[in-house]
């Protein structure tokens, strides 16, 4: 479990993070999120000891970090996967660091079958692919069996089945009762992972709460409607001042009525509805919305002063037909 209580960090002038307080809780994965340059990579050095907070402190299972005395088997960190690309072997790697922490030989074993570098554990891993080092980097995090793990950005770079297997070994982690951390830029990813959010812009907390909860803040974006009476359905919504768009699949896409408004209005009308979906709006869309004015570095167009463009924002609406 890890408590981040009043944490603040300032590099020189710059304030990197400020009263930032959350929880992390045994159980869940949590997802923490944040535009570039919030202070995610900060927070996460700080709670393992690696930058010390200019105010505020983080505690890992009620004490700070530094003051455990079996570090490795109180958080389990990957914080920079490429410091891990070493000259020696996977295995020499890992048994080096069990001798130190006073980890039995056969831990060593045990995480490397767990991450799956059984073949090439042998050989260097100097030479390993951004892949089996992420493996590597994950397998020293578990070595000490932590009660809690933190990762940072672990997808990075992964291809498709190495982002499936981190979404389930985090799953499988938290399964098993331990408090597991993750920050990542991917929000469909983080949507699959995650049943928990911290997320933060420009170094301070915007949410502390579930993802359902962190989506529900941002207004649907319509609602799905399938009628065998299309005409009807058009004459419905145009009635109740709503906007109407067909979509290729025959369903329509409504604007500016809620669910219960259509259902109600066709339920007077006599109106049969085959479908009628409230379209959510998507943890992207969801963060897009929230962290709009935390983005540190902000794109604009080529002619300069142009809308606001942040890489992953969502897609154009579709194009609305007023009847
Ligand atoms: N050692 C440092 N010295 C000075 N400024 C720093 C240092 N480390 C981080 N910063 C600044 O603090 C702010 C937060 O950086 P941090 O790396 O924690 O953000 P982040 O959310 O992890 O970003 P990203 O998603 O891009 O990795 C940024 O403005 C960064 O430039």
Redesign the pocket.
């Known amino acids: 479990m890890i408590e981040a209580v009043g944490l603040r960090k300032v590099?020189?002038k710059?304030v990197?993070v400020q009263d930032l307080s959350f929880t992390v809780r045994p159980g869940i994965v949590t997802g923490f999120l944040?535009p570039?340059?919030?202070?995610?990579?900060?927070?996460m050095r700080m709670i393992v000891g690696l930058d010390r907070p200019s105010a505020g402190q983080a505690l890992v299972d009620g004490k700070p970090f530094a003051q455990h005395r079996a570090p490795l088997s109180t958080v389990g960190a990957l914080l920079d996967a490429k410091a891990v690309h070493t000259g020696r072997s996977a295995h020499k790697h890992l048994l080096a660091m069990a001798a130190t922490a006073g980890i039995p030989r056969s831990r060593v074993d045990e995480v490397i079958d767990l991450v799956g570098l059984g073949e090439v554990a042998r050989k260097r891993a100097g030479g390993f692919s951004l892949g089996m080092g992420q493996r590597l980097g994950i397998a020293s995090a578990l070595l000490g069996d932590p009660s809690t793990v933190m990762f940072d950005e672990p997808v990075n770079g992964l291809d498709p089945d190495g982002i499936l297997w981190i979404r389930n070994l985090m799953k499988e982690l938290a399964g098993q009762g331990r408090a597991v951390f993750v920050s990542s830029?991917l929000m469909s990813e983080m949507a699959l992972t995650a049943e928990h959010l911290v997320v933060i812009g420009r170094?301070r907390l915007i949410a502390d709460e579930s993802v359902k909860a962190f989506v529900d803040r941002v207004q649907p974006r319509g609602v799905t409607v399938r009628s065998p009476q299309a005409e009807q359905l058009r004459d419905l919504v145009a009635a109740e001042g709503g906007r109407l768009a067909a979509m290729d699949d025959g369903s329509f896409d409504v604007r500016g009525l809620s669910a219960e408004r259509i259902g109600d209005a066709a339920a007077r009308r006599g109106l049969p509805l085959h479908e009628l979906t409230t379209v959510k709006a998507s943890l992207e869309e969801a963060f897009m919305e929230l962290t709009a004015n935390a983005v540190?570095y902000q794109a604009h167009g080529p002619a300069g002063g142009g809308p606001l463009t942040v890489p992953g924002a969502p897609a154009p609406a579709r194009e609305e037909v007023a009847r």
Request: no cysteine; aromatic share 6%.
């Open positions: 590099y020189g710059k990197a944040g570039n340059g919030s202070g995610k990579s900060t927070t830029h170094g540190e």
